[in-house]
């Protein structure tokens, strides 16, 4: 029912910034969760970081904790990600998500998210 629409990647040097972000469109924005994920080639996509769309909690993956954050802009319905510190193993594509969620918000499995951006590919030159 949410649509996703990603933007902001690039190519940045080691070291360096980017934000990605994510706007959703639709008439249920606030039941939903927000993530990002990344998928390397042959790999199960990855829950990077998550917030309630209703709240501020939020998720962290040890592999991006203190490097990544997560906001939202509510009134515009988008989700940010701000990456800092990149390594070249953040070279990867990057897809933002939404998940309805009742009592329990955070779910790492992807297949409990409903929808999907298109994927931003985010490059990191060492």
């Known amino acids: 029912q949410v649509q996703l629409v990603e933007s902001g990647g690039g190519l940045v040097q080691a070291g360096g910034s980017l934000r990605l972000s994510c706007a959703a469109s639709?008439?249920?924005?606030?039941?939903?969760?927000m993530g990002w994920f990344r998928q390397a080639p042959g790999k199960e996509r990855e829950l990077l970081v998550a917030?309630?769309?209703?709240?501020?909690?939020?998720y962290y993956a040890d592999s991006v904790k203190g490097r990544f954050t997560i906001s939202r802009e509510n009134a515009a319905n988008t989700v940010y990600l701000q990456m800092n510190s990149l390594k070249p193993e953040d070279t990867t594509v990057y897809y933002c998500a939404a998940r309805k969620y009742g009592s329990s918000w955070l779910d790492t499995n992807p297949n409990a998210w409903d929808a999907w951006g298109q994927g931003t590919l985010v490059t990191v030159s060492s």
């Open positions: 639709g008439r249920t924005f606030s039941m939903y969760a």
């Open positions: 917030i309630n769309w209703n709240g501020g909690s939020a």
